[in-house]
């Protein structure tokens, strides 16, 4: 399986980036798309970076939240066919906490191309190998490939926590282990990515817990993790973490 970051806050100055997060996979012969950043940028860097996105038979989004849905409308533009698997409260408004500001998926997009998306609360396999696992959060969900190193689970933000979404996916695939952890931690404060947003200890244990008590080997993050978190988290990890920008190629 081949990952490519076709979009994410930060990026060589060859590529574009935006606060968002998509992600494309090459899945044995199968071309899928995993959310679609916060506007049409992400196309530009596919282009760039080889993609071809009209030829993505099945695209997922991970939940709700505009920063991975808003670029769909370029997405379809240029893809006629392939739904989009998400859950239902995915399309439900939301709102931010802090100053009740809209934070969901576009209500334009969700008008004019509602008949695009695919809704279901279940686990659902989109390809042999290939899954859909919902979590605690009702509008997130995480996708699952299984490799011959193990599974590698791609959860763009985490919202329900990155240590008890592998915990349950654990339990939901027996005698397997998560290889990899990709997407972002939800970790930044509300000032940004250069922000922390919890203790630095949540974020040491964190990356042991992962790692000490879950098995995972390669964790990849960044987005919503925010820069200190990140620079905490490679303190405890070493070489086991990457930073998940834009451009770059992972192979599982």
């Known amino acids: 399986m081949k990952v490519t970051v076709l979009m994410e806050n930060t990026s060589p100055d060859c590529l574009l980036h935006e606060h968002g997060l998509s992600l494309h996979l090459s899945y044995e012969g199968h071309s899928v798309l995993l959310d679609a950043g916060s506007s049409g940028r992400f196309t530009e860097n596919a282009a760039a970076l080889g993609v071809d ?3 993505v038979e099945k695209a997922a989004l991970s939940h709700g939240h505009w920063d991975h849905a808003d670029g769909l409308a370029a997405f379809f533009a240029r893809n006629a066919a392939a739904p989009v698997y998400a859950r239902p409260a995915a399309l439900l408004p939301r709102y931010r906490e802090k100053d009740g500001s809209y934070d969901g998926v576009s209500p334009a997009l969700i008008e004019q191309f509602r008949s695009r998306f695919d809704l279901a609360d279940g686990p659902r396999e989109l390809l042999p190998g290939l899954h859909l696992i919902p979590d605690a959060v009702d509008h997130e969900q995480s996708l699952v490939a299984e490799t011959d190193k193990g599974l590698v689970v791609m ?12 915990k349950d996916i654990l339990s939901r695939f027996p005698g397997r282990k998560v290889y990899a952890i990709l997407g972002g931690f939800h970790l930044m404060g509300h000032g940004g ?60």
């Open 53 to 55: 996105l009209s030829a």
């Open 155 to 166: 959860n763009s933000c985490c919202h329900a926590g990155a240590g008890y979404i592998v």
């Open 193 to 252: 990515t250069a922000t922390l947003g919890v203790a630095p200890g949540i974020v040491r244990n964190l990356a042991h817990w992962l790692t000490d008590e879950l098995g995972v080997e390669q964790i990849c993050t960044g987005h919503c993790t925010g820069e200190p978190a990140f620079a905490l988290l490679r303190e405890e990890l070493g070489d086991r973490l990457t930073y998940l920008r834009t451009g770059l190629i992972l192979d599982f």
